[in-house]
């Protein structure tokens, strides 16, 4: 994640939000072209499989690059979404993130972050054992998205809360 927090998601500047919101975007593509096991498509080659990988990249990168050089702090990409409490609050933020822009017509629906953070939570029930939200057909607003991540919020406080809580 950035080094931007959840209380300064909401404070950005519009232009910055707009930028943080298609990197996001961007990165969550990438991420989740590489993490998806059957990347082939139905007719298509493995070479252009991995050609589309490539330049999924390619435009990741290249945003981070001027995202990064036109603002501080910098975008930091997320490694490990692999706790109830990191879920969480990269969940958070990213909602904070997408509520400030979400009537700004440069912006669309973030449906690779929210499939990002639906494969996350779906890894970390089955590892922990918990019952996962329900997922749905992919957002189709931007509204739509913030009200999945809320929802994803609100199940990782519900696992950290569980987690808190001395064994009986």
């Not at 593509?29 to 096991?37: C, G, I, L, Q, S």
């Not at 749905?136 to 809320?150: F, W």
Request: charged letters at 25%; one cysteine or more.
């Amino acid at each position: 994640m950035s080094d931007i927090t959840e209380a300064a998601a909401g404070n950005l500047d519009p232009a910055q939000a707009i930028e943080l919101a298609q990197l996001v975007e961007l990165e969550a593509r990438w991420e989740n072209m590489r993490k998806t096991p059957s990347r082939v498509p139905e007719g298509g080659s493995a070479t252009q499989a991995l050609v589309s990988v490539q330049k999924a990249y390619d435009a990741f990168r290249s945003k981070l690059a001027a995202y990064n050089k036109r603002y501080t702090p910098g975008h930091i990409p997320e490694l490990l979404l692999n706790t109830p409490i990191r879920l969480g609050l990269w969940c958070r933020t990213m909602r904070d993130l997408y509520l400030k822009v979400e009537h700004n017509p440069q912006i669309h629906c973030p449906v690779h972050l929210v499939e990002k953070a639906n494969r996350w939570a779906e890894r970390m029930s089955v590892r922990l054992h918990k019952d996962c939200v329900s997922r749905s057909a992919p957002p189709a607003t931007i509204r739509a998205a913030i009200d999945v991540l809320g929802g994803l919020v609100q199940w990782c406080d519900q696992l950290a809360a569980l987690a808190e809580q001395p064994a009986a």
